[in-house]
């Protein structure tokens, strides 16, 4: 079963930068989009960022536009979220998935097929 893993979480003061990166032991990603969400204390699961399985398209929640970039390099078989400029409201549990939309140039923030363990992101004001 395909699971992928977030990790690169932490604990950081307002203002300052993350990188997450999502990988998968065993498992290609590269004809995969792959997708960021985040769920806070109390909040429903949030969609964060998506990338095609190409890198071709790419899709922010409007509160990250700006400030986070989502990239792959799929000869490492990972995907990437830059976290710039952190706000306090960032702070939560942020989890990777995985799905095949079965063309390289689509990915968006709904249904994920595959999920696994997320890292936590803390940001102090």
């Known amino acids: 079963q395909l699971q992928p893993v977030a990790s690169g979480g932490g604990l950081v003061q307002r203002g300052?930068?993350?990188?997450?990166?999502?990988?998968?032991?065993?498992f290609i990603l590269d004809y995969l989009a792959i997708g960021w969400f985040r769920q806070a204390p109390g909040k429903e699961r949030e969609g964060v960022s998506c990338i095609s399985s190409s890198g071709s398209s790419t899709k922010y929640v409007d509160s990250v536009?700006?400030?986070?970039?989502?990239?792959?390099?799929?000869?490492?078989?990972?995907?990437?979220?830059?976290?710039?400029?952190?706000?306090?409201?960032?702070t939560a549990v942020y989890y990777c998935a995985a799905r095949n939309f079965f063309t390289d140039s689509l990915c968006d923030l709904g249904a994920y097929d595959y999920w696994g363990q997320g890292t936590q992101v803390t940001v102090s004001s």
């Open 16 to 26: 300052e930068s993350l990188r997450l990166s999502c990988a998968a032991s065993g």
């Open 65 to 90: 536009k700006g400030r986070f970039t989502i990239s792959r390099d799929n000869a490492k078989n990972t995907v990437y979220l830059q976290m710039n400029s952190l706000k306090p409201e960032d």
